[in-house]
């Protein structure tokens, strides 16, 4: 036991006081649980995004071409670069 102690009944201040674990282990369970949410919510988008694809891509057909005549030249819709 430190002088310190034995004198004053508590272990003297050393400028900041270090933190204890106990006081955090609320804020982990916390961060742990959003954390744990964050993934099930992320593995939900990502099913939910496959199962569109899929869905969509099921009745997707080929693309029609039409010839549009304007006034001075004629275009193929098939040769316009889609986005």
Do not use: W
Request: charged letters at 35%.
């Amino acid at each position: 036991m430190l002088s310190f102690k034995a004198n004053n009944g508590q272990n003297p201040r050393i400028g900041f006081e270090l933190r204890k674990k106990e006081k955090f282990e609320e804020v982990n369970k916390f961060v742990e649980r959003m954390q744990e949410i964050q993934g099930k919510a992320k593995a939900a988008l990502v099913k939910v995004q496959e199962d569109m694809k899929k869905y969509a891509d099921k009745h997707k057909g080929e693309a029609k071409c039409y010839k549009l005549h304007l006034a001075n030249n004629s275009m193929d819709t098939c040769m316009i670069p889609t986005v």
